[in-house]
T-cell receptor
Framework: QKEVEQNSGPLSVPEGAIASLNCTYSDRGSQSFFWYRQYSGKSPELIMSIYSNGDKEDGRFTAQLNKASQYVSLLIRDSQPSDSATYLCAVLTGTASKLTFGTGTRLQVTL | EAQVTQNPRYLITVTGKKLTVTCSQNMNHEYMSWYRQDPGLGLRQIYYSMNVEVTDKGDVPEGYKVSRKEKRNFPLILESPSPNQTSLYFC???????????FGPGTRLTVL
């Protein structure tokens, strides 16, 4: 089982719709969770961080964390073509004290 | 401007020719790390440094060396590059290992 799993996609949503990106992790001791956005050929850029169960909102982005079910998700409201990118879930694992990345979900926002 | 810089951005080299990729941050971060990114494998950690006194191996350290002589710099050294080290490399830094990491622009390395 991979430490951090994401569906590779592509996830295709129409402009203006809500995009829902999911991530599951295996280490129950994981403490911190991050979502990065990466455009093709560019470096990862931090979008959101979340540390406790529940929802965290920042503009059009909402991160959701459920530690009991070991999943974290990212919702993007009013999706725009500029949101088309690969979204990386990163988990700070408790046992290894390191940041582990999923392989990313490619999001395509269509006109 | 707060940033992580890497040089060179692009490099084509031949097997066995030693090379160094530099990484520098101006945010006074304690933690620095190197990753490689390959299609289908995601970002994998090569080496990391908790501070100038502590450096340790990540998940894929074979064939790489690092040095942390001062807080702001963390060069990645390939003593004898091989074609399987062809990849996109990222340097990242953060205040501590618990904090969000900021990435450099990346170095695309091709080893022929």
């Amino acid at each position: 089982q991979k430490e951090v799993e994401q569906n590779s996609g592509p996830l295709s949503v129409p402009e203006g719709a809500i995009a829902s990106l999911n991530c599951t992790y295996s280490d129950r001791g994981s403490q911190s969770f991050f979502w990065y956005r990466q455009y093709s050929g560019k470096s990862p850029e931090l979008i959101m961080s979340i540390y406790s169960n529940g929802d965290k909102e920042d503009g059009r982005f909402t991160a959701q964390l459920n530690k009991a079910s070991q999943y974290v998700s990212l919702l993007i409201r009013d999706s725009q073509p500029s949101d088309s990118a690969t979204y990386l879930c990163a988990v700070l694992t408790g046992t290894a004290s390191k940041l582990t990345f999923g392989t990313g979900t490619r999001l395509q926002v269509t006109l | 401007e707060a940033q992580v810089t890497q040089n060179p951005r692009y490099l084509i080299t031949v097997t066995g020719k030693k090379l160094t990729v530099t990484c520098s941050q101006n945010m006074n971060h304690e933690y620095m790390s190197w990753y490689r990114q390959d299609p289908g494998l995601g970002l994998r950690q090569i080496y990391y440094s908790m501070n100038v006194e502590v450096t340790d191996k990540g998940d894929v350290p074979e064939g790489y060396k690092v040095s942390r002589k001062e807080k702001r710099n963390f060069p990645l050294i390939l003593e004898s590059p091989s074609p399987n080290q062809t990849s996109l490399y990222f340097c990242a830094s953060s205040f501590t290992w618990r904090d969000e990491q900021f990435f450099g622009p990346g170095t695309r390395l091709t080893v022929l």
